[in-house]
């Protein structure tokens, strides 16, 4: 079965120190990955996404991702937070099959601690 | 210029009206998606629309309707409300159906009471 787990619900941390989010998925058909971001009170927003090529991709606000194919695995990570990276973190995963469904994690709540 | 836009930010009502939210994007994109958003932030896909056509109906109550009048829009009716559906929708849109990103509306809170 295709699923997406994020383990965390929630992550606190303190400003200025690197934060990693985990995505994992499960898949026997290729994937689309994408992480969202949702401030309070709004819509989500994209992060970054990773379709193909280099597993290391770079995203908005600092934020970057590695697709780990092997261990279907795709976490968020930031070297520095600040408190406006104060949000709702959600993974997303389209499954390459016939109606490229995408599914998003539970989400996980960054908080930034000063 | 807001890309995808919801109207009303905000629907209150009671248990058994009818209500509907609208949907608009100006990106020209060819796919339109409704989802449900629960009081814990899980985000659940309703329904997926491309070029009109209904291509992602999840389980979901058929008091739920959504109507795609163009490619622009997709609007969604519910009939019978109950306490259950207060949660935020949100509209989003993306190019195409094949993986693309989607561009999220800003939601709309419905609280039924």
């Known amino acids: 079965a295709q699923s997406v787990t994020q383990l965390d619900s929630q992550v606190p941390v303190f400003e200025e120190a690197p934060v990693e989010l985990r995505c994992n998925y499960s898949s026997s058909v290729s994937v689309y990955l994408f992480w969202y971001v949702q401030y309070p009170n709004q819509g989500l927003q994209l992060l970054l996404k990773y379709l193909s090529g280099s597993t290391l991709v770079k995203g908005i606000n600092g934020f970057e991702a590695e697709f780990n194919k092997s261990q279907t695995s795709f976490h968020l990570r930031k070297p520095s937070v600040h408190i406006s990276d104060t949000a709702e973190y959600f993974c997303?995963?389209?499954?390459?099959?016939?109606?490229?469904?995408?599914?998003f994690g539970k989400g996980t709540r960054l908080h930034i601690l000063p | 210029d807001t890309a995808v836009s919801q109207t009303p930010k905000y629907l209150v009502t009671q248990m058994g009206n009818d209500k509907s939210i609208k949907c608009e994007q100006n990106?020209?994109?060819?796919?339109m998606y409704w989802y449900k958003q629960d009081s814990k932030k899980f985000l659940k896909i309703m329904f997926s629309y491309n070029n009109k056509e209904l291509i992602i109906n999840e389980t979901v109550p058929n008091r739920f309707s959504p109507k795609s009048p163009d490619k622009a829009h997709l609007n969604l009716h519910i009939n019978s409300l109950e306490l259950g559906d207060s949660a935020v929708y949100f509209c989003?849109?993306?190019?195409?159906?094949?993986?693309?990103?989607?561009?999220f509306g800003p939601g709309t809170r419905l609280t039924v009471t």
């Open positions: 997303a995963v389209t499954f390459m099959n016939r109606d490229d469904k995408i599914i």
């Open positions: 990106l020209g994109h060819d796919t």
């Open positions: 989003a849109s993306s190019q195409d159906n094949r993986g693309s990103e989607q561009y």
